[in-house]
């Protein structure tokens, strides 16, 4: 008998639960707590687990069950059935595995204080993150929905998870809020506040809050579910929006003030496997019409694939002077106009991201300062070593449009918010770099890090940035910017170019250009090195030099 199986019948006697037979796959137990625990093995062999309820399956999924000793526990959420009978199957499973128990909602704690887990970024308390979902101000909270495996660090049984913020930079992970079920897994997807409750689903006294999600891998339908807590979460019984093709997903809903109606984005994969973005409306948020659709690339052209966004900005500012801007899973964006009903591009396949593995960035809705805000899914190395989590988000970036030489681009900048994390700081005004000076940062450590300077050039060739052992090349000459074998070229005028790095563990993201460079890298640091260092090969002038310590996110 294992020791994981001893430790579980241990504990079941303990709590009274009854024990069937070790060589067993099933067993009923009475829920008494709160959370199922759920022992994980990182790279052990899946498991098939079905839980039901008087023959009727309320949870399935898959899981690397430990047999010997854990890497971690998930937990299941057991209090919709408290005071019922439910029935546990396993399938796959190896003899004398029994990885069962109920456990006490205190044994779900967390302290968020592992060593490989970012401290400005979010993460999931436990599991796999991916897209981030359904973004919303909503009962005076930032709501970040996103793609969860609760039961592995790797991809699958998409869920959607949900985290809470007041100042969009502290976030609490709370339980899952969308589960999968007969129609399929839960897909990425949007989040609206019905104001006016055109929907009937909420008052307006107290509107809904709407998810809309795709029901993946079964049905290949558009979902809706609604709310008027946040907390507790109600599916409609049918699809608002039936199968198109096989892999239609990630809808994106907005209201269109000029026509006092709603309207949705939808990715759909058509024939020979060309990308297209499709446009419904609606008056009711349920009842959905086809309006348009937009082509983008066929196959590995990326272009306009998966995850739609679609909003308005001003240009400079200039609330007279409006573009929209579509873009797809891989940042990739048009500028144009949308009449309500069809996209008109003016100009296309522009990057808004020069890094790596950023993906899948949404923005938020009813953002209550009436900006533009965006979070993408940042694919961090997180998953050594017997992780309990894995994957990340990218810090929140506040989205503008600037006219340029080249045509309206968008930029980014950090939000305000990120502020409220500094904490010991070392400021500069003027350094003159020479080849062999002294390093301006040597008597600063730390773990993550906001870094702030403009670079005024003189007669230097390259610009070397050290963060934690991670090197940023800056060629002057070749205005061309190079991160662990990432390049992205970077403009420099003469009167010099502001650059602004955030630091984590678990990589950089590098804002330049008055925004209109954003670089992210991830990069798992080496946990021994907190250094900082500034170097160049010839002369160089770096003004309002800031490097400032950042405190964790997480309480």
């Not at 390259?462 to 390049?487: F, H, K, S, T, W």
Request: glycine share 8%; with cysteine; net charge negative.
């Amino acid at each position: 008998m294992s020791r994981i199986t001893l430790f579980i019948l241990s504990i079941l006697c303990c709590v009274g639960l009854p024990v069937l037979g070790q060589e067993s796959t099933s067993q009923t137990i009475l829920v008494k707590k709160k959370y199922l625990q759920i022992p994980i093995k990182n790279g052990g062999k899946k498991q098939s687990i079905a839980i039901s309820l008087q023959g009727k399956p309320v949870r399935q999924f898959q899981a690397e069950l430990a047999q010997e000793d854990p890497d971690w526990f998930a937990y299941l959420d057991l209090r919709p059935w408290m005071g019922d009978s439910l029935e546990i199957k396993l399938s796959n499973t190896e003899e004398g595995l029994q990885p069962w128990d109920q456990v006490d909602q205190d044994t779900n704690a967390q302290t968020y204080m592992e060593g490989n887990r970012g401290l400005i970024h979010f993460s999931p308390k436990r599991g796999w993150n991916n897209d981030p979902n359904g973004l919303v101000y909503y009962q005076d909270q930032y709501h970040l929905f996103y793609q969860h495996n609760p039961y592995g660090v790797n991809w699958g049984n998409m869920h959607w998870g949900h985290a809470v913020s007041k100042d969009l930079v502290h976030w609490e992970d709370l339980d899952v809020a969308l589960y999968p079920d007969t129609l399929g897994t839960m897909f990425s997807g949007g989040a609206v506040v019905d104001v006016a409750n055109t929907s009937g689903l909420g008052t307006k006294e107290k509107p809904a809050l709407l998810l809309y999600y795709t029901a993946a891998e079964t049905s290949w339908t558009q979902g809706l579910a609604y709310t008027q807590d946040a907390l507790n979460f109600t599916k409609l019984d049918q699809p608002v929006v039936e199968k198109v093709t096989n892999g239609n997903r990630d809808p994106k809903v907005i209201w269109y003030e000029p026509l006092k109606h709603w309207v949705m984005v939808l990715y759909v994969e058509e024939a020979q496997e060309q990308h297209a973005m499709y446009f419904y409306t609606s008056k009711d948020m349920k009842k959905w019409e086809f309006a348009s659709k937009t082509l983008g690339g066929k196959k590995n052209d990326r272009y306009l694939f998966e995850c739609p966004e679609l909003f308005e900005l001003p240009v400079d500012g200039d609330s007279t002077n409006k573009k929209w801007v579509l873009t797809g899973a891989n940042a990739q964006y048009a500028i144009g106009e949308f009449d309500g009903k069809r996209f008109h591009p003016e100009q296309e396949r522009i990057f808004s991201q020069m890094g790596r593995d950023y993906y899948a960035a949404q923005t938020f809705s009813n953002e209550p300062k009436g900006r533009r805000v965006e979070i993408g899914w940042w694919r961090t190395n997180t998953a050594e070593h017997g992780s309990k989590f894995n994957q990340s988000m990218s810090i929140p970036t506040e989205l503008t449009l600037t006219d340029t030489d080249h045509g309206i681009r968008l930029s980014r900048q950090p939000i305000q918010e990120l502020k409220s994390l500094r904490g010991e700081n070392k400021k500069i005004k003027e350094v003159i770099l020479e080849k062999g000076s002294s390093n301006p940062l040597a008597d600063f450590h730390a773990d993550a890090a906001e870094i702030r300077f403009t670079l005024v050039p003189q007669d230097a060739q390259n610009l070397l940035i050290q963060v934690r052992g991670l090197a940023i090349q800056y060629n002057l000459a070749e205005q061309e910017m190079v991160i662990d074998n990432v390049r992205a070229h970077v403009p420099l005028s003469k009167n010099g170019q502001e650059f602004i790095i955030y630091v984590d563990r678990t990589g950089i993201e590098l804002f330049t250009d008055s925004g209109k460079v954003f670089v992210p890298i991830n990069y798992q640091m080496d946990a021994a090195n907190k250094t900082f260092n500034l170097s160049s090969t010839g002369t160089l002038k770096i003004n309002d030099l800031a490097i400032y310590a950042l405190r964790s996110i997480w309480k």
